[in-house]
């Protein structure tokens, strides 16, 4: 069995990022969504919430979980027995930083392989930063994000 890790801070989770993960059930038994608590990022959302959005948008789905991390990503794959780390690439410019963690990430775990996959051209431009962004200013989010999370942020940046 197949079993890929989807390791990033979802802070929130957007339409890009779901995409990559229904590219990702196409190649892979399970997907598991592994959330970093990333304290450094402030995130918006708690760890919880992260985790609660993400099982809400898949709920029935049983090859996809979401779990919470700290720590690096290899000991997170070594303790999930996964050897796939599932990366998305937006746009060229992601390439190089991408490129240098994966063997940064091979260089500590030699099995560990990373997967890069593109998601649908109109999602491309889309980042969490951004829809944050435009969620803290009143801005429509709906094209961007699914409705769980369009509420959540709706709810978090009410005036």
């Known amino acids: 069995m197949a079993k890929a890790l989807y390791p990033g801070t979802f802070d929130p989770i957007t339409l890009g990022h779901i995409d990559i993960i229904d590219r990702a059930l196409h ?20 760890l919880e919430e992260r985790i609660e959005h993400i099982d809400k948008i898949f709920e029935g789905n049983k090859k996809v979980k979401a779990i919470g991390f700290t720590g690096l990503v290899v000991d997170l794959a070594k303790e999930q027995e996964s050897n796939i780390l599932i990366r998305g690439l937006r746009a060229v410019s992601d390439f190089e930083y991408e490129f240098q963690l994966a063997n940064m990430n091979r260089a500590m775990s030699p099995d560990l ?47």
Do not use: C, H, W, Y
């Open 27 to 46: 190649l892979f038994d399970e997907v598991t969504v592994a959330i970093a608590t990333s304290a450094a990022k402030k995130p918006i959302f708690t």
């Open 113 to 159: 392989e990373s997967v890069f996959l593109t998601p649908k051209a109109k999602f491309s431009f889309l980042s969490s930063t951004l829809v944050r962004e435009i969620a803290s200013m009143g801005g429509k989010i709906e094209s961007f994000v699914d409705p769980i999370v369009m509420n959540a942020l709706q709810e978090k940046f009410k005036k």
